[in-house]
Every structure is written in structure tokens, then in C-alpha cells.
């Protein structure tokens, strides 16, 4: 009969997350993620068989976790989707007074070149994102607050670079006024037929 496992997935999860999004797969030592998650190396390798495989495993939790909330909260739920689309390029601006680790799926796009494997997660959470705008454009043009020959495809690709553009810059530290120009370049790119609201523009 097995060993009862004494530690939670998850929070060894998360805690990768955070080891990951803050060294990137590279700068993560093995040393490193026992102290961040408590796994000794024995039980790191009987659960994820490698380094790489709780890389992977992290990287698929904060797609579900993080990525794919995100899209749902600012993309496919809000009612006024142009609206949605702005507080999801500005929620990555406002992070807060302590510096940004970056998102983890951003960071590791950066970094695919020197991974051992090509990771799968980056392709599924850009394309959950890039899913996320779509659905909001194809509601902003039903709604006649986007042009009808909107071609909705093309500007979701656009926004989803601009989305990864300014989360590149948020972690290099450029003024917020810089960050916030980005936000209105992505909202002009839509070609917004409306007159922005109030609670649309940024401070």
C-alpha cells in the first residue's frame, strides 16, 4: 500500500506559480522550488517526474487559474464589452506599489527559446485570450458600438500583441502614462463607434 500524501497539489501549485513568474524556468533552482513549494526532490519526482514537468503542470494551473478567469471576468461576461475590453488592458496596469513579476505565460513566451520542450500552455492561453477578444468584438459590432465590417478575427490578433506588448512594459517599469497610451491605441484599433463613456476613460 502507497504512502498517504501528505502535502496539497494546489498550493504546491500555486506556490510554482509564484517561483516561476518571479525566476522563470531558467533562474528556478532545484534548491529553489523546495523552499517555495516544501517538495523534496523525492516527492518533486515521484509526482511531476522533473523539473520540467512541474513547470508544466504550474504553467496549465495558471491558465486555468489566472488566464482563463481573467478572459471570463473582463471578456465574456461583462455587458458592455468595449468597456470589458479596456478594464482588461488596465487591471494588468493597476498591479500595485510592489514591483510586477510579470504574468507567467508572458514570461515563458519570452523565454520558449531556451525551454527543453516546447510549452503547450503558452499556445493554449494565448489562444484563450486572443478567444476572449474575439468574443467581446463579435458583441461590440451586434450592439452597433463596432463597425459591421468589423473583421473581428484580424483585431483580436492585434489586441492580443498589444495585450503581450504592454505586459512586457509593465514588468520593464514604464510610467503608467506610457502603459495607459497602449490601452488607448488597442481601443482605437476597434474603431469604436460610440462616444467614450465616463467610466471608460482612464485617470
Same mark, same amino acid.
Given at each position: 500500500m502507497?504512502?498517504?500524501?501528505?502535502?496539497?497539489?494546489?498550493?504546491?501549485?500555486? #506556490?510554482?506559480?509564484q517561483l516561476f513568474r518571479r525566476r522563470g524556468y531558467l533562474g528556478a533552482s532545484l534548491r529553489d522550488i523546495e523552499e517555495a513549494t516544501g517538495l523534496h526532490p523525492g516527492s518533486l519526482y515521484r509526482t511531476f517526474q522533473s523539473?520540467?514537468?512541474?513547470f508544466h503542470a504550474a504553467l496549465d494551473a495558471y491558465n486555468e487559474r489566472?488566464?482563463?478567469?481573467?478572459v471570463r471576468v473582463h471578456l465574456l461576461e461583462p455587458a458592455d464589452p468595449l468597456a470589458?475590453?479596456?478594464s482588461f488592458f488596465t487591471s494588468a496596469i493597476e498591479t500595485g506599489t510592489e514591483p510586477d513579476p510579470?504574468?507567467?505565460?508572458?514570461?515563458?513566451?519570452?523565454? #520558449?527559446?531556451?525551454?527543453?520542450?516546447?510549452?503547450?500552455?503558452?499556445?493554449?492561453?494565448?489562444?484563450?485570450?486572443?478567444?476572449?477578444?474575439a468574443d467581446a468584438l463579435t458583441r461590440?459590432?451586434?450592439?452597433?458600438?463596432?463597425?459591421?465590417?468589423?473583421d473581428v478575427g484580424t483585431t483580436a490578433t492585434h489586441l492580443l500583441a498589444l495585450y503581450q506588448g504592454l505586459l512586457v512594459l509593465v514588468r520593464a517599469g514604464l510610467p503608467r502614462t506610457a502603459l495607459h497610451s497602449v490601452t488607448?491605441?488597442?481601443?482605437?484599433s476597434i474603431g469604436s463607434l460610440r462616444t467614450p463613456r465616463k467610466q471608460d476613460d482612464h485617470e
Open positions: 502507497g504512502r498517504r500524501q501528505l502535502w496539497d497539489q494546489d498550493e504546491v501549485l500555486a #506556490s510554482a506559480m523539473k520540467d514537468g512541474l489566472v488566464v482563463r478567469g481573467r470589458g475590453i479596456r510579470g504574468c507567467l505565460l508572458t514570461n515563458t513566451a519570452v523565454e #520558449s527559446f531556451a525551454l527543453p520542450q516546447p510549452a503547450a500552455g503558452v499556445h493554449h492561453g494565448l489562444a484563450a485570450i486572443e478567444g476572449g477578444f461590440a459590432r451586434q450592439q452597433g458600438d463596432a463597425p459591421p465590417d468589423l488607448d491605441g488597442a481601443m482605437a
